[in-house]
Nanobody, 127 residues
Framework: QVQLVESGGGSAQPGGSLTLSCVAS????????MGWFRQVPGKEREGVAS???????IYADSVKGRFTVSQGNARYSLNLQMNDLKPEDAAVYYC?????????????????????WGQGTQVTVSS
């Protein structure tokens, strides 16, 4: 069993920054690509960014140029640097893991492409 734990959520003002982190733990596991998603009440979970095992990245159009996804210090860890935050970025952010290799890029940010999920961390953006 794999557990994903997110941290770093909180509050920021518009234009501010936050960094989210996700670390995987468990026994005898191997994970493939990881990613970040977000969800607001009443809306579907949407893909934000993902880091492929080969180092390639993909971002939602709404966060391009503002968010940066990167591997953390641990083997199965993922960071999300969020800059120039906007009120519409407010959501619960989820870490996801184990998107298998070989999927077309069009599926890299689909929730159905990932097997494991964290519990989520709240991000609030307001003045």
């Amino acid at each position: 069993q794999v557990q994903l734990v997110e941290s770093g959520g909180g509050s920021a003002q518009p234009g501010g920054s936050l960094t989210l982190s996700c670390v995987a733990s468990g026994n005898n596991y191997r994970l493939y690509s990881m990613g970040w998603f977000r969800q607001v009440p009443g809306k579907e979970r949407e893909g934000v960014a993902s880091l492929d095992v080969d180092g390639d990245t993909i971002y939602a159009d709404s966060v391009k140029g503002r968010f940066t996804v990167s591997q953390g210090n641990a083997r199965y860890s993922l960071n999300l640097q969020m800059n120039d935050l906007k009120p519409e970025d407010a959501a619960v952010y989820y870490c996801a893991a184990d998107r298998p290799p070989g999927l077309p890029r069009s599926r890299w940010l689909l929730p159905s492409s990932f097997h494991y999920w964290g519990q989520g961390t709240q991000v609030t953006v307001s003045s």
